[in-house]
């Protein structure tokens, strides 16, 4: 079964902060992960892909196929980060169908 | 380019009827793909359209049909509306053989009383 599963519904840090978002999965193969941003009032967007190795915004994440985990970090939270996060993958090939978390909403307390 | 657009932006059916919900993929997709949002929920994928045929189907039920024309924009259509549809409904669009990021809507509210 493919699953994704962030722990935590709601996250808050004080600004200047370290940020760690958890997402765990399941997946039978190799998987393609991924961070979705939503801000508000503003579309959901791609954040970052595993396979990029990109740091977006100061954010970073790193898949770990031993404990299935991606989770997404970033050293110093600023308050513009505050929005939905949702973690996501799907197969490799192709337009492939995404399967995502339930979300984390970040709140940065200035 | 708009980006993906989808319309209407709201819409409130009641129990029983049938709704259509609209989408326009970014210039050069080809592929659109339909999500399901209920509140407090991740997206959850109903269908993909590509070359005007379903290719990839989520857990949903018949009443959840779709349609892709030659200009790439898609259709998703609910009949017998149950309370339960409601939610918010994303379109993504991509291209269909090579990754491309999927690009997102801003989404339907379909509110069923």
């Known amino acids: 079964a493919q699953r994704v599963t962030q722990p935590e519904k709601l996250l808050s840090v004080f600004k200047g902060a370290p940020v760690e978002l958890k997402c765990n999965y399941s997946y039978s193969g190799s998987p393609e992960l991924f961070w979705y941003v939503q801000y508000s009032r503003q579309r959901l967007q791609l954040l970052l892909r595993h396979i990029s190795r990109e740091s977006i915004k100061g954010f970073t994440a790193d898949l770990n196929k031993g404990e299935t985990s991606f989770h997404l970090k970033k050293p110093f939270a600023q308050e513009e980060d505050s929005a939905m996060y949702y973690c996501a993958l799907s197969g490799i090939q192709g337009a492939q169908k995404l399967v995502f978390g339930q979300g984390t909403r970040l709140t940065i307390n200035p | 380019d708009a980006g993906v657009t989808q319309s209407p932006t709201h819409l409130i059916k009641t129990r029983g009827q049938q709704v259509t919900l609209r989408c326009s993929p970014k210039?050069?997709?080809?592929?659109v793909s339909w999500y399901q949002q209920a509140l407090g929920q991740g997206p959850q994928f109903i269908f993909q359209y590509y070359e005007e045929e379903e290719r990839q189907r989520g857990n949903f039920p018949d009443r959840f049909s779709g349609h892709q024309f030659p200009n790439y924009s898609s259709e998703l259509n609910v009949n017998a509306l149950l309370l339960g549809d409601s939610a918010l409904y994303l379109c993504?669009?991509?291209?269909?053989?090579?990754?491309?990021?999927?690009?997102f809507g801003q989404g339907t509210r379909l509110t069923v009383v």
């Open positions: 210039s050069g997709h080809d592929t």
């Open positions: 993504a669009s991509s291209l269909y053989r090579v990754y491309t990021e999927a690009f």
